[in-house]
């Protein structure tokens, strides 16, 4: 059974900190995306990493795919109030995968 | 371009009672899928459907849960009968049939469902 675990699970930091959350496994995935779930909502895809040691960059926002495609971590830099809201990472197990399997997130919030 | 929708947005229910959640995919997306997240845990996949046909099932918890892909447009998740630790959140995404490492889904608001 494929498992993500997240750290920290709650984060709380002030405007204008960088900060750093991970995702971990010891399987390998295919692909991992990030998504960003606000109250009341479903997750929305931030980013999908496929190569290992892949870096992508969305503004503030850095990805990173393990080389051994096992684990990521997400660097917000100069957070902000508007980053606040759970960020979770979901890996597809098999190339052209549809199951994805969820970490439990990283709740976030950003004080003005 | 609408959403993926889902309704009810809540329902509460009582145990042994049964309900139905629906799930309207983006328009086109031939690929629908069902998660669920129960109180403190991880979203958990349920199952997918390409059109009207289910692909993998392989999450569904038990025979209480039933889901079907009428015409493979909207789809219907029913519980019958509901049982308390079928409380949670169930949420549905789509997405479009592509034979990419990837593929995009989108999710809706989710259902929250409460059983008492």
């Known amino acids: 059974t494929q498992l993500l675990e997240q750290s920290p699970q709650f984060l709380s930091i002030q405007e204008g900190e960088n900060l750093t959350v991970y995702c971990n496994s010891s399987?390998?995935?295919?692909?991992l995306q990030w998504y960003r779930q606000e109250p009341g909502e479903g997750p929305v895809l931030l980013v999908t990493?496929?190569?290992?040691?892949e870096v992508k960059k969305l503004k503030r926002l850095t990805f990173q795919f393990g080389d051994a495609r096992k684990d990521s971590s997400l660097h917000i830099t100069a957070a902000q109030p508007g980053d606040t809201g759970l960020y979770l990472c979901?890996?597809?197990?098999?190339?052209?995968?549809?199951?994805?399997?969820f970490g439990p997130g990283t709740r976030l919030s950003v004080l003005p | 371009e609408a959403g993926v929708t889902q309704f009810p947005s809540h329902s509460v229910i009582e145990k042994g009672q049964t309900v139905t959640l629906r799930c309207d995919p983006i328009?086109?997306?031939?690929?629908l899928y069902w998660y669920r997240r129960v109180m403190g845990k991880e979203i958990k996949f349920l199952l997918h459907?390409?059109?009207?046909?289910?692909?993998?099932e392989s999450g569904m918890p038990n025979n209480r849960f039933l889901a079907e892909r009428t015409g493979g447009t909207y789809s219907t998740l029913k519980v019958q009968p509901a049982e308390l630790e079928d409380s949670g959140v169930y949420f549905c995404?789509?997405?479009?049939?592509?034979?990419?490492?990837?593929?995009?889904?989108?999710f809706g608001p989710g259902t929250r469902l409460t059983v008492l």
């Open positions: 995404a789509s997405s479009q049939y592509r034979r990419v490492v990837y593929n995009e889904q989108f």
């Open positions: 399987s390998v995935f295919s692909s």
């Open positions: 990493v496929v190569t290992g040691g």
């Open positions: 979901a890996g597809a197990g098999s190339d052209y995968g549809q199951n994805f399997v």
């Open positions: 328009s086109g997306h031939d690929n």
């Open positions: 459907f390409v059109k009207e046909s289910k692909q993998d």
